[in-house]
């Protein structure tokens, strides 16, 4: 009888990162280890998904709306419901969320349950200064967190710097699988006069860092873009900070696309300019393609992706004037921008989806063995 594996998301309609792993990963278990694949989704209803998953899995609903009460009532009522129809052997839970850091706590543990968090702490600090409050609202639920993470027979996160993030003994670390890897004639040529970023418009994504050093690097090289791909927030003021510092010609925002990999496939380099990330997907996805990353040293994930000076550079975390040097050493070096690019496509196998199913597996079945 094939073992059981029920995902637990808030939804996976959506363009972002979580849905993209949750599509490759949970689909990849589900066509080559024979896993019973389940997912429940809240609130997502009929609507479409962004990503292709394997027809092999099985899609459930929670509806819960409402005053938080009433919302929290009908998530655990809804929750357990859907648990006990699907009888799983294992419960992965990808919710960053509170409650989903509850969950074994509000449903109970029917059966061995792994918490999997796709983002750093940090995602809780909504700008550079915080109040006094907020810190002290910051540390509680930092506390809470925690507290709920012990609940949980593993707590897996995406990369070692996360790890030391979390006092917990049941840490377990398993990076994000490759989206994609093309074949050698696919990829990069690196001649195109394009340095690309994708990622949504938020605080955590810095993108007004990288207006900052894109400036001084369009004054060095003014024939050179900038295209910047995924979700547009208006409350970000990007593009007026565009005007402002003069960029409006050079720099391109696009909204998320279903063929990113075409884009990364006409960069010549790629930028990351996050204040701190969960992995930095991104940069694995444009190194599959032989595109050489540019990257904040931010936590956590790119001093695990990236080695100085050899698959790719990294930069102290806002030393802006470093980015845009760095892209700048990119640009003008040609041979340098080749020999980056080959490394960084060697390197990156090691997060092939066979790569990362295999430990997925490891994990599944260690945990069920146990039960």
């Known amino acids: 009888m094939k073992n059981k594996v029920l995902y637990i998301t808030n939804g996976v309609n959506g363009p972002g990162g979580l849905e993209r792993v949750l599509s490759i990963k949970a689909s990849y278990l589900a066509e080559h280890y024979d896993y019973d694949v389940h997912i429940i989704t809240l609130n997502q209803g009929d609507a479409s998904l962004f990503y292709e998953f394997s027809p092999k899995i099985k899609f459930h609903d929670v509806k819960s709306e409402g005053n938080k009460i009433s919302y929290l009532y009908q998530y655990i009522k809804g929750m357990r419901r859907q648990i006990k129809k699907i009888n799983p052997d294992v419960i992965s839970v990808c919710d960053d969320g509170l409650k989903g850091l509850l969950l074994p706590i509000l ?5 061995p349950m792994i918490y999997e968090r796709h983002v750093s702490k940090n995602i809780e600090i909504k700008s550079d200064k915080q109040s006094v409050i907020r810190k002290v609202i910051t540390s509680a639920k930092f506390a809470l967190m925690a507290f709920g993470g012990k609940f949980y027979d593993a707590f897996v996160v995406l990369t070692n710097g996360n790890k030391k993030e979390w006092n917990l003994k049941n840490v377990v670390v398993i990076p994000n699988p490759l989206s994609f890897y093309p074949g050698k004639e696919k990829i990069s040529t690196l001649t195109n006069k394009k340095v690309l970023a994708v990622g949504k418009q938020c605080f955590q994504k810095g993108y007004d860092r990288l207006l900052l050093s894109w400036q001084s690097v369009v004054k060095q090289f003014p024939d050179w873009s900038l295209d910047i791909y995924g979700t547009i927030s208006e409350d970000e003021g990007l593009d007026a900070l565009s ?32 204040r701190y990330e969960g992995f930095g997907m991104v940069l694995t996805e444009a190194m599959a393609y032989g595109v050489p990353c540019v990257s904040f040293d931010c936590p956590y994930g790119p001093s695990d992706i990236i080695h100085h000076d050899d698959n790719g550079l990294l930069v102290e975390n806002n030393d802006i004037e470093g980015l845009a040097g760095n892209i700048c050493d990119l640009i003008e070096n040609e041979e340098k921008r080749a020999r980056m690019g080959e490394k960084a496509r060697i390197d990156v196998q090691r997060y092939l989806p066979k790569k990362i199913a295999k430990e997925w597996d490891t994990l599944f079945k260690r945990l069920i063995s146990r039960s």
């Open 107 to 111: 449903t109970g543990r029917p059966c």
């Open 243 to 274: 005007n402002k510092l003069g960029l409006d010609t050079s720099v391109n925002f696009h909204r998320p696309v279903k063929n990113i990999n075409e884009k990364y496939k006409e960069a010549s380099i790629y930028v990351m300019s996050s």
